[in-house]
């Protein structure tokens, strides 16, 4: 009998590397008989295809590689938009994961929630969280969800799509129409394909816990007690396998010099960043914690994402 669930990820070559590193995670953390882990690639040579698959071979996972027409010829992040038409028809229901994250525990409880019919599985954006807040931050985060046609309610809605679980029929329908706007559309937003999908599809989308979708930056606001991540995204730059740097440990980079370690024909993927840019990315990081901690570690924003967090986890309908 054909699994009917999957963990999907979409790249291209300059996010293989990373994107192998979460989906191997992703395979050690969810049941083989239950779940496939896949990755979808676009317009990626084929030598380094070549590679990926024999990694991918020994490690259980599905690769996929597809050519930018599949989808366009849109960035292949947008490929999330076109799932329903490149996988397989037995995989019934898909949590999309973006490749800048990392799987910390077990995916079995949450893939064993099934989407409801017509709906999907989202976590709020963290900008939802800013929208009462009396800063030049918050006030662009209006000004934002206003441009793109979001009513105020809406804006308290808005989703982030680093990680999706969906039912496949329901998303074909979201998709199609995300894709329609695409089509007509010359220039992209800030947040392409984050705004289409929260423009087409913000009613139909629950709310989900951001364990399963945790902006790497609440680490500055003393929530990962009360959250739990168990699926990190390291949202902006710089990302873990940069280096070091604040607030994510030694640990959160481990992974990608192991995976180098133990596939050496891939460390051409990895990019190094240069001493300048780490050591620019060092200053960053210590004076976004010093912001971050003030606005997120207490007072009326702490007390939205804590608010949220047990509305999530006390409503049946919400993972």
């Given at each position: 009998m054909d699994v009917q669930t999957c963990v999907c990820y979409c790249t291209d070559r300059s996010y293989l590397f990373p994107t192998l590193v979460s989906a191997l995670q992703a395979r050690a953390h969810a049941t083989p008989q239950v779940t496939d882990i896949i990755i979808v690639c676009f317009d990626v040579d084929a030598a380094t295809i070549s590679i990926a698959q024999s990694i991918c071979n020994k490690n259980?996972?599905?690769?996929?590689?597809?050519?930018g027409a599949d989808i366009d010829n849109t960035p292949a992040m947008l490929g999330r938009l076109y799932l329903d038409e490149i996988l397989p028809e037995n995989y019934k229901n898909i949590l999309y994961i973006d490749g800048d994250t990392q799987i910390k525990s077990s995916l079995?409880?949450?893939?064993?929630?099934?989407?409801?019919?017509?709906?999907?599985?989202?976590?709020?954006?963290?900008?939802?969280?800013?929208?009462?807040?009396?800063?030049?931050e918050g006030e662009a985060v209006r000004k934002h969800f206003q441009e793109i046609g979001l009513t105020p309610e809406q804006s308290r809605q808005y989703f982030n799509t680093g990680v999706l679980y969906?039912?496949?029929?329901?998303?074909?329908?979201?998709?199609?129409?995300?894709?329609?706007?695409?089509?007509?559309?010359?220039?992209?937003?800030?947040?392409?394909?984050?705004?289409?999908l929260n423009i087409v599809g913000i009613e139909r989308a629950l709310p989900m816990s951001l364990s399963w979708n945790f902006p790497v930056f609440?680490?500055?606001?003393?929530?990962?007690?009360?959250?739990?991540?168990?699926?990190?995204h390291y949202m902006s730059q710089p990302k873990p396998w940069d280096g070091i740097f604040q607030p994510w440990q030694a640990s959160d980079y481990a992974p990608y010099p192991a995976f180098v370690a133990a596939y050496p024909e891939f460390s051409g993927l990895w990019k190094r960043s240069s001493l300048s840019r780490k050591l620019r990315y060092f200053a960053q990081q210590h004076y976004?914690?010093?912001?971050?901690?003030?606005?997120?570690?207490?007072?009326?924003?702490?007390?939205?994402?804590?608010?949220?967090?047990?509305?999530?986890?006390?409503?049946a309908k919400q993972v």
């Amino acid at each position: 009998m054909d699994v009917q669930t999957c963990v999907c990820y979409c790249t291209d070559r300059s996010y293989l590397f990373p994107t192998l590193v979460s989906a191997l995670q992703a395979r050690a953390h969810a049941t083989p008989q239950v779940t496939d882990i896949i990755i979808v690639c676009f317009d990626v040579d084929a030598a380094t295809i070549s590679i990926a698959q024999s990694i991918c071979n020994k490690n259980n996972i599905i690769l996929f590689s597809k050519s930018g027409a599949d989808i366009d010829n849109t960035p292949a992040m947008l490929g999330r938009l076109y799932l329903d038409e490149i996988l397989p028809e037995n995989y019934k229901n898909i949590l999309y994961i973006d490749g800048d994250t990392q799987i910390k525990s077990s995916l079995n409880e949450f893939l064993s929630c099934t989407p409801p019919e017509g709906r999907f599985f989202a976590s709020a954006d963290p900008m939802v969280f800013l929208l009462e807040d009396h800063s030049k931050e918050g006030e662009a985060v209006r000004k934002h969800f206003q441009e793109i046609g979001l009513t105020p309610e809406q804006s308290r809605q808005y989703f982030n799509t680093g990680v999706l679980y969906f039912n496949r029929s329901a998303w074909a329908v979201i998709a199609e129409k995300a894709r329609t706007i695409i089509r007509s559309q010359n220039t992209m937003s800030r947040f392409p394909d984050q705004d289409i999908l929260n423009i087409v599809g913000i009613e139909r989308a629950l709310p989900m816990s951001l364990s399963w979708n945790f902006p790497v930056f609440l680490h500055n606001a003393r929530l990962e007690s009360t959250i739990q991540p168990k699926i990190v995204h390291y949202m902006s730059q710089p990302k873990p396998w940069d280096g070091i740097f604040q607030p994510w440990q030694a640990s959160d980079y481990a992974p990608y010099p192991a995976f180098v370690a133990a596939y050496p024909e891939f460390s051409g993927l990895w990019k190094r960043s240069s001493l300048s840019r780490k050591l620019r990315y060092f200053a960053q990081q210590h004076y976004k914690r010093f912001c971050e901690t003030r606005k997120w570690g207490h007072g009326a924003v702490h007390a939205l994402v804590l608010d949220y967090e047990a509305k999530c986890r006390n409503d049946a309908k919400q993972v």
